[in-house]
């Protein structure tokens, strides 16, 4: 069995499922409406859509005729608090980065210092 | 060509995968060492590691015998940055479940006042 986490991150390794998202995140709509802006057909959408669905990212009305699509938050909200467990990571990295940077700033300024004395 | 974006989440849609990404975040080590908890193959193990090396999760030092692996920040950051847009978006709906949450409280507790009335 794939865990929940999986097959989110498997639903955005693509880009037209990734923009399809952001517009879900401005509001509910249609398909059609949702297959505007790509040029692939809607078949292709379809199948986009149904990725995101068995992700729980979104889920389709069964009332309106229309079947809007809404984006869902909880696939997206254990997205973050995973990603969160790195930030210490990454921030204690960019630190170093920084120390380093400034090291070599400071023995650039000796450096031009020792060459403008007389 | 597949963007750098979609070669991440495709990276950390395992659970192997993300399980070797947790280890090194606490620090470099051999191949062998990162295959002990698991209970697959060597092979597998190195096949895990290219998928993280080609999405730049992860780099392998070519100095060393033991050619360590090392994991790295930058896509760790751009998934950060991804999942940073949609925030608001499920604040906003968070809150708007609270508020939901609340009146149902407030109903719920105006009914048990009615019936304790004499």
Redesign the interface.
Known sequence: MI?H???T??A????TR?AI??RL?MGETSVKELAEPFSISAPSITKHLKVLERAGLITRSRDAQWRPCR?E?AP??A??D??E???R??EH??NRLDDYLSTLEIKEARKHARKRKP
């Open positions: 865990d986490l999986s097959t991150f498997a955005l390794s693509d880009p990734r998202l952001a995140a984006l938050a997206l909200l997205v973050s995973w990603i467990n790195y930030r990571f990454w990295r960019m």
